[in-house]
Structures are given as structure tokens and as C-alpha cells.
């Protein structure tokens, strides 16, 4: 066979093979076959996903010109592919058919009851009563009532009220409404105690009629000589989560016996039935959550179902406070000793401003720390911190015996460095938990998950044994730091 016959024979081979492969999947490939296919299925690939790529929808501002779409839909600001029904109190995604989306939640069952509902609890708005067609006297007392709850809302005060609408009368001479309203501070108190709050606790008090269940939270405070509880309530309505004031009543004792009957006076009196009560919430003192004679333990035995609703905001605050005792040093006493030093004192604090000035530093004013307040130490640490060159040198640049004990204890000795490091470090973690607990939206779902997390990174702390780089190397000075 001559060589040319058989390089023929070979390509006439392979386009017998690439022709067999092409009606066959499972017929074997040659390289140059196997090549030329990969480049092919390659492009068809990568032309496929070109073509197959999807359409992210976001919302449309346009959709609200429709009133049908603007009775109950928001733009979610967190999340252009989301939009917000403020009727149902929800977000949904509207990423996959935009449009198409919305329409789907109006059509879902609890859509529709929320319509319904509002429907049923819709009261005129504002707009409405200041209509020009409204009559003159509805208008002027829907400005007063709007002008007092403002003010309430703001917490601004009466004569603040006052002031407002006399200037109010001038810069508006020519309006007709503006001439009339006569709101001053005895008026707008009127308004504030015996129009709105009554309206508004009905609200309350006709919604917690028809939920299955409510919880109850009360703390007691001075209001000048006189002892003032509030009664809140929270509750699970067809929005969301809701929480409002039942009754604010004056408490002459602050004992078990009386706190319980009170409560249960206002709750009962307000035709609502205790065993629809599921928690209640308080201060952690022995009045109001002991085991033996307790506001709890009273409406325990009425309620056998009621749950705790402890303040974990002062079971943090009070582990801080109890855990303070075994450090090395007393940080809160050094802490008030240095801010009284300075507080009432122009001469000293122009004395330190000189310090600021040779080391070259921004004065910056000490913070107060107070022992009732939960968030207080961690921000008089950090300033201490900012402000701690100057200080020091001002304190041991004194005089012998002028230095207050505890303060020249602090500054020539590592032990109170070494302490307020270690709670800068703690503290950071502990605070980052007390301002979630205080959050408004917070449910009883969330405390588990804020307080579980705290524990765990706590425990990773003492399991690591550390606790900074700078308290590690203060403790390496300190005698008997194996102890600590």
C-alpha cells in the first residue's frame, strides 16, 4: 500500500467516525473530533447563558400613582427588590415578576382581612377635617387637637404650646383658622388629658378584647412627692406587634398587696378578663418577682399559665455591678472621685487645661459616671482613656499628701490600668447587648437568642484567657497575677 493511500484511507476513516458520532452519542471520539466538539458545546454554553439570563424586577416608583397599588404599597428603602404592604405590616419580594408580584399578595387571604379591617377602624384624617367644604368650627378643632398632639409627641411642653400659637397668630394674620385658636397651656392640657389619651386608650382597650392573649409591664417612679405607675400593655394584633398605655394611676404604697390589687383593678375595670394575661414584665426587686409574696406570685395563683417578663437590661447592668467586686482595683470609685474633683471647680479645671496644652491635646470635659445607669461606665472609661496622660500628670505632679489615696493608688500602680482595660474590653460586648434588649421591635423571641450570644462570647473569653493585648501585658507585671 503506498503511503499516500493510507493517509487517504485515514481521513476517509475519521469522517466515517465524525459522521457516526454525530447520530450516535455513544460512539467513541477521536481528538480532533473530541476538539472540535468541546469548541462547539463551549460556544453553544456560553451562548446559552447569555441568552438565558434572568431580569431582576425592582420597584417602580410609578406604581404608586395607581390607587390601587397606593392604598396599601410602600418602597422598601433597605431593599429595591422588596416592596412594603403597610396594611398586612409586611415585606415581599417582588425580584422574580415585579408587577405581577403585588398582585399576587392582594389576592392572598390575609390581604384581604387586613382590608377589611382597616376598612372597619378607618377614622377621618386630617386632610379630610381640613377640607375647605368642612364647617369653620370642625377645621379650627382639628388644628388645636393636631397642634396639642404634636407637642405630646415631641414632649414639647405647655407653655411651649402656648408660645407656638401665639406665634402662629401673627405670622399667619390672614388666615381666618390661625385668628381663632385659643390654645394655650391650660387648654391644651384639656385637650391632651381628656380628648386624645381617652381616644386613643379606647383604641387600646377595644383591641385587646379580641386578641387571645396580652401582657402586662409597670414600673413605678417619683413624680416630685408623688409615686406614679403606668400600666403598659403589648400585644400581638392583626398588624404586628402593638404596645400602649392602659392607665397611669397614682401609688400611695409600693408593697406587694397593693401594687397587685391596683393592677388588677385597672385591668378589670377596663372589661378585660385575666386569663388572657400571658406575661408580666417589671423590675427585678423582691416586691415584684419573689418566689414567696411577690406582685407575681399573687397573679401567679389567679394565672397558674403566667410567665416572667424579668428586665434582663438590669440583670446585665447588675452582673457588671456584682462582678465589680473582684477586680483588682475599684474603677466606679475612682471614676466619681475624679469627676467630683473637677466638676465644681473652675481653677482646677483651667489648671488641667494647661496640662492639654504642654502635651499638645484637645481638652475634652470627663464624663459623669452614675451607678443606677446602665450605659454610663463604658463611656467614662473610654474618655478616662482619651484624657488619661493629662490626668495623670496632673494628679502626680500634686503635692505630697494633696493626691486623693485611691487616685495616686490608681496612677502608680498598675492595677487600675490593668482593671479599666479589662472592663473596656468586657464592657464592649455587654453594652453592644443592653442597647438590643432596649430596642422597641424586641420580642421575647429575640432575648434568648441577644443573651445566648453575650454567654457564648464571654465563655470564648475565660476559655481563651484573654482579654486584650494590653491587660495580658499589665498582668505579666503584677505580683501573683496567677491569682487573679
Not at 415581599?92 to 408580584?101: C, K, M, P, R, V
Not at 375647605?132 to 411642653?157: F, I, Q, T
Not at 465589680?324 to 489648671?351: G, T, W
Not at 484624657?387 to 493626691?403: R, T
Amino acid at each position: 500500500i503506498e503511503p499516500n493511500a493510507s493517509e487517504e484511507s485515514k481521513n476517509n476513516a475519521s469522517s466515517n467516525l465524525l459522521q457516526k458520532n454525530s447520530k450516535s452519542t455513544n460512539a467513541p471520539i477521536s481528538p480532533s473530533s473530541s476538539s472540535s466538539s468541546s469548541s462547539s458545546s463551549s460556544s453553544s454554553s456560553s451562548s446559552f447563558i447569555t441568552t438565558s439570563k434572568r431580569y431582576s424586577s425592582k420597584f417602580k416608583k410609578e406604581w404608586l400613582s395607581n390607587p390601587q397599588y397606593s392604598a396599601f404599597l410602600k418602597e422598601c428603602k433597605n431593599d429595591s427588590s422588596k416592596a412594603l404592604c403597610f396594611i398586612c405590616n409586611v415585606q415581599f419580594s417582588i425580584h422574580n415578576s415585579g408587577i405581577t408580584d403585588i398582585n399576587n399578595h392582594m389576592k392572598t387571604k390575609r390581604h384581604q382581612e387586613c382590608i377589611k379591617s382597616a376598612e372597619v377602624n378607618k377614622s377621618k384624617t386630617i386632610n379630610s377635617l381640613l377640607n375647605s367644604n368642612a364647617p369653620e368650627l370642625n377645621r379650627l378643632c382639628a388644628v388645636e387637637g393636631a397642634l396639642v398632639y404634636h407637642g405630646v409627641k415631641h414632649s414639647y411642653s405647655y407653655l411651649s404650646q402656648s408660645c407656638t400659637v401665639n406665634l402662629s397668630r401673627k405670622c399667619f394674620s390672614d388666615s381666618s383658622i390661625a385668628k381663632n385658636i385659643t390654645c394655650s397651656k391650660t387648654k391644651a392640657r384639656e385637650i391632651a388629658c381628656n380628648v386624645l389619651a381617652p381616644t386613643f386608650t379606647n383604641s387600646i382597650i377595644k383591641e385587646l378584647r379580641e386578641v387571645s392573649f396580652f401582657s402586662i409591664c409597670y414600673d413605678a417612679s417619683n413624680k416630685g412627692n408623688a409615686k406614679m405607675l403606668p400600666v403598659v400593655t403589648q400585644y400581638f394584633s392583626k398588624f404586628g406587634v402593638k404596645h400602649g398605655i392602659i392607665e397611669f394611676i397614682q401609688q400611695q404604697h409600693e408593697s406587694a398587696d397593693s401594687l397587685f390589687l391596683n393592677i388588677k383593678y385597672v385591668l378589670e375595670s377596663n372589661g378585660l378578663n385575666l386569663k388572657q394575661l400571658s406575661a408580666l414584665g417589671s423590675d427585678n426587686t423582691n416586691v415584684n418577682v419573689g418566689n414567696h409574696h411577690s406582685v407575681f406570685s399573687l397573679f401567679k395563683q389567679l394565672v397558674p399559665h403566667l410567665i416572667k417578663g424579668s428586665c434582663y437590661c438590669h440583670v446585665l447592668h447588675n452582673s457588671v455591678k456584682h462582678g465589680h467586686k473582684y477586680l483588682l482595683f475599684d474603677v466606679e470609685a475612682a471614676l466619681l472621685k475624679i469627676y467630683s474633683y473637677f466638676c465644681r471647680s473652675s481653677v482646677r479645671s483651667q489648671e488641667l487645661a494647661k496640662y492639654f496644652e504642654f502635651i499638645d491635646q484637645e481638652q475634652q470635659v470627663l464624663l459623669q459616671h452614675i451607678r443606677i445607669r446602665w450605659l454610663s461606665l463604658l463611656q467614662s472609661i473610654e474618655r478616662l482613656f482619651i484624657v488619661y496622660p493629662a490626668v495623670k500628670s496632673y494628679f502626680l505632679n500634686m503635692d505630697d499628701g494633696e493626691c486623693p489615696k485611691i487616685l495616686l493608688e490608681m496612677f502608680t500602680s498598675n492595677n487600675g490600668e490593668c482593671s479599666l482595660h479589662f472592663l473596656k474590653n468586657i464592657l464592649t460586648d455587654v453594652q453592644e447587648a443592653n442597647l438590643l434588649l432596649q430596642k422597641h421591635y424586641i420580642t421575647g423571641v429575640n432575648l434568648h437568642s441577644i443573651l445566648t450570644n453575650l454567654l457564648h462570647k464571654l465563655k470564648n473569653r475565660l476559655h481563651d484567657e484573654y482579654f486584650g493585648s494590653k491587660v495580658m501585658e499589665l498582668l505579666e507585671s503584677i505580683p501573683h497575677s496567677n491569682e487573679v
